[in-house]
């Protein structure tokens, strides 16, 4: 078991069930899903593109994503308080989960198809 899994087994429910749902719905949409563990939470790649990433937290679940200014659909879900770059879905039971809102995230994301940590850090160099 990869430490991203372990990370997803060792919550306590409800936050469990949302993350092992989350987890079939975006290896089911995702067309070469790559589950990894960075920053101590898991984060699902496509192709070495960083697509989304699961983050527990409070009383939620975090579905977190990049390039929220490219995504028109469905805003009112998104969480986007505080945060320059992410916008996130929090979901505090599995009812919660909007599978269309999901699909429609990870496929623009695959659409868009730009790595964000690229973005970020080639704006810092460009700036010295």
């Given at each position: 078991?990869?430490?991203?899994?372990?990370?997803?087994?060792?919550?306590?429910?409800?936050?469990?069930?949302?993350?092992?749902?989350?987890?079939?719905?975006?290896?089911?949409?995702?067309?070469?899903?790559?589950?990894?563990?960075?920053?101590?939470?898991?984060f699902y790649?496509?192709?070495?593109?960083?697509?989304?990433?699961?983050?527990?937290?409070?009383?939620y679940v975090d579905l977190a994503f990049w390039h929220r200014e490219q995504l028109t659909e469905y805003k009112e879900y998104y969480e986007t308080s505080n945060r320059k770059a992410v916008a996130s879905i929090r979901y505090k039971s599995v009812s919660d989960i909007n599978d269309e809102v999901v699909?429609?995230?990870?496929?623009?994301?695959?659409?868009?198809?730009t790595n964000p940590f690229k973005l970020v850090l080639g704006s810092k160099q460009s700036k010295k």
């Open positions: 078991m990869n430490p991203a899994e372990a990370y997803i087994l060792k919550q306590e429910e409800p936050f469990k069930s949302i993350l092992l749902q989350l987890q079939a719905i975006i290896e089911a949409i995702l067309p070469q899903p790559e589950l990894l563990y960075k920053y101590r939470i898991p790649y496509n192709s070495g593109l960083p697509i989304c990433y699961l983050n527990q937290s409070k009383d699909l429609y995230v990870l496929q623009k994301q695959l659409e868009i198809n």
